[in-house]
């Protein structure tokens, strides 16, 4: 049987990734624009972890970015560098979004483009 607040928190989580304020939403946003799952996410951020808790955290506040990263990343025993370059992306994505609203295929196109190899030897540029 499982215990009710476990339901509780699971909806929470859900409700926070329909919420820009909540790093749910964050987490959710980059699942979508990178096109991973939970587990991938989890190990980039340096341990498995569980997507409730953190969701239900705010976003980080650009006047205390780093230190609200930190805050979230020592809670929950993760890369800080990782839970802010993700929150970063997500960020970046939005902002062009909000700059150029009407083009929109033109952000989805270079997202999706790959770097061409560079040189005769066929050396990638990533």
Same mark, same amino acid.
């Given at each position: 049987? /499982? =215990?009710?607040?476990?339901?509780?928190?699971? /909806?929470?989580?859900?409700? !926070?990734?329909?919420?820009?304020?909540?790093?749910? &939403?964050?987490?959710?946003?980059?699942?979508?624009?990178?096109?991973?799952? &939970?587990?991938?996410? !989890? @190990? @980039?951020?340096?341990?498995?972890?569980?997507? @409730?808790?953190?969701?239900?955290?705010? %976003?980080?506040?650009?006047?205390?970015?780093?230190?609200?990263? /930190? !805050?979230?990343?020592? /809670?929950?025993?993760?890369?800080?560098?990782?839970?802010? %370059?993700?929150? +970063?992306?997500?960020?970046?994505?939005? #902002?062009? #979004? %909000? =700059? #150029?609203?009407?083009?929109?295929?033109?952000?989805?196109?270079?997202?999706?483009?790959? +770097?061409?190899?560079? *040189?005769?030897? *066929?050396?990638?540029?990533?």
């Amino acid at each position: 049987m /499982r =215990e009710p607040g476990v339901d509780l928190l699971q /909806r929470a989580a859900e409700r !926070a990734a329909e919420r820009p304020a909540y790093l749910g &939403w964050v987490l959710s946003r980059y699942l979508d624009l990178e096109g991973l799952d &939970w587990p991938a996410v !989890a @190990a @980039a951020l340096g341990r498995s972890v569980d997507f @409730a808790p953190l969701a239900l955290c705010l %976003r980080p506040r650009p006047d205390h970015f780093a230190a609200d990263v /930190r !805050a979230v990343a020592e /809670r929950f025993d993760l890369d800080a560098g990782a839970l802010a %370059r993700i929150v +970063r992306t997500v960020d970046a994505v939005d #902002a062009m #979004a %909000r =700059e #150029a609203p009407q083009d929109r295929g033109a952000l989805l196109a270079a997202r999706e483009r790959r +770097r061409e190899p560079k *040189g005769d030897e *066929g050396e990638s540029t990533h």
